[in-house]
């Protein structure tokens, strides 16, 4: 393991925390994953690039990685405060599909957008349906202390557990707003353990229970996943900020109910020794929504020309607790930036690995351990790279061993990339070579005259079209797609 102590902010005490695993040598790290009713968009993906430079760094650590994502299939709402239709059921219905078809295609979709994003795979893709029957064992053993059932179907009381809404900062009134309101509830904030099909309704997911037939709750999934495929209590629980307000404040209060725990004073109680959540993706319009405007999925990105590992970069360059704002000129810069690593690295491609512990390279490896180790500080990672690279006048291997070893926590993939690579021709871009050789004659005719402005302007229009322009290219090319 690297020499500095790895500190990570607990989301539950609101402090930096010295990372000490519950078991030795050990990290086991859940993330709350994706519902498969729709694509998901560019701050979603945010989420996931954070818990896989999360883990990434623990791997890089020394440590035993387990990493488990779920994927919700079920139960989840279409308000995150418990209200509303299933967000599956409701799809399905609207597309005239089955559930189980929109649920394969929008979990492969999701995949892609992984893979894309060089995010690794996790130990385990936990399907929520794959875990029924452990939600039912679950709901069973704490539904005489800490539940009842009404008409709807089987609620937690959160006032059965101590400490309830401590992760959002909150008492349990200030989020009556946004919790459904259901008759015979004892608190506004109890929410559903166990949803019973309404009479002379049929769900395409239902399933019989002590309670009735119907299907799981959302927040039951991931209490029952986690600590079924993690062992309560385990290390770290990740997820947006979103989360932090109701759906982990309710997971947290089933965690202490089957485990049996008593307050948050002492955060394994929770279930998790740490609470871990990235902050929103926003647009100049406000936070980013799949009803607003043009849909900023993975997809469209790489439709407008920039390559999905722009993205990375863009989430790189900010604290993963700081709001990252979205824009396309950020991303056109992020994707500069990474052209320019990725073309500093060209030379040190082919040649053989040294020893990445050279003095010559101390100061930045220090620099980039210092940075990961303070709550995961990528943008200052970022620069330490870029410093290692600049480095002169020492052996190429060796200063190829260094990059590799950053970017197993930065995972920009630097060495399986090439400048080509990240030349995405926009899909809206149609131009004939004839075309271009027209405009690259006019530039030719304006740079001879010294016209700059003009032949800047005719640069960016072949660029809008996906030409890249080389100007001085030893062997003559003057374009490339």
């Known amino acids: ?15 930096l925390e010295t990372f000490t695993p519950v078991h030795p040598g050990e990290a ?54 418990d ?66 059932e009404l ?26 707003g946004r919790i459904d309101a259901v008759e015979g509830k004892r608190n506004a904030a109890d929410f559903a353990i166990w949803r019973k099909t309404p009479p002379g309704e049929k769900r395409q997911m239902e399933w019989d229970s002590p309670w009735g037939r119907g299907a799981p709750g959302w927040h039951l999934e991931c209490s029952v996943m986690g600590g079924k495929l993690l062992g309560f209590p385990f290390d770290i ?61 993975l997809q469209l990105l790489i439709d407008k020309g920039y390559h999905p590992l722009a993205y990375r970069m863009m989430c790189l360059q900010a604290h993963y607790r700081s709001e990252l704002e979205f824009s396309w000129e950020g991303l056109g810069a992020a994707l500069t930036r990474l052209k320019r690593i990725v073309m500093a690295v060209a030379p040190l491609r082919d040649v053989a690995l040294g020893d990445p512990g050279h003095q010559k390279f101390a100061p930045m490896r220090e620099k980039f351990d210092a940075a990961l180790s303070e709550d995961l500080n990528t943008s200052v990672a970022l620069v330490a790279l870029e410093e290692a690279l600049a480095v002169k ?24 990339l090439e400048r080509v690579d990240l030349r995405i021709r926009p899909k809206v871009a149609v131009i004939a070579d004839a075309q271009i050789e027209e405009i690259l004659a006019s530039r030719r005719q304006a740079r001879a005259e010294k016209d700059f402005a003009t032949s800047d ?7 809008s079209h996906g030409v890249e322009v080389m100007d001085g290219d030893p062997l003559g090319w003057e374009w490339r797609l």
């Open 1 to 15: 393991m690297t020499a500095t102590p790895l500190k990570l902010f607990n989301s539950l005490t609101r402090e």
């Open 28 to 81: 086991r790290v859940y993330t709350c994953g994706p519902t498969v009713y729709n694509y998901p968009h560019i701050g979603n993906m945010r989420a996931y690039v954070f818990a896989d430079v999360l883990g990434r760094t623990l791997s890089w650590k020394g440590y035993k990685l387990t990493h488990i994502i779920n994927i919700t299939d079920v139960g989840h709402l279409t308000d995150d405060a």
């Open 83 to 148: 209200a509303g239709e299933d967000k599956m059921e409701k799809m399905a219905a609207e597309r005239a599909q089955s559930i189980w078809d929109i649920a394969k295609h929008y979990t492969e979709a999701y995949w892609a957008d992984v893979k894309a994003l060089n995010i690794r795979q996790p130990a385990k893709w936990s399907i929520a349906t794959d875990y029924i029957e452990d939600m039912l064992e679950f709901a069973k053993s704490i539904a005489d202390k800490h539940c009842y």
């Open 151 to 176: 008409d709807s179907g089987l609620y937690f009381d959160v006032s059965s557990v101590a400490d309830y809404g401590r992760l959002a900062r909150a008492v349990t009134e200030d989020g009556e």
């Open 237 to 297: 629980h990740t997820g947006g900020i979103d989360h932090r307000e109701i759906h982990h404040p309710n997971e947290i209060a089933q965690n202490q109910a089957f485990c049996c725990t008593n307050g948050l004073d002492l955060a394994e109680n929770s279930g998790a020794r740490i609470w871990m959540h990235n902050n929103f993706l926003v647009e100049r319009s406000g936070k980013m929504s799949k009803s607003a405007g043009e849909f900023l999925r």
């Open 393 to 416: 006048k020492v052996d190429a291997g060796v200063k190829r061993a260094v990059i590799e070893d950053m970017d197993r926590v930065l995972g920009l993939e630097l060495f399986g």
């Open 457 to 463: 302007a005719l640069r960016d229009e072949l660029v």
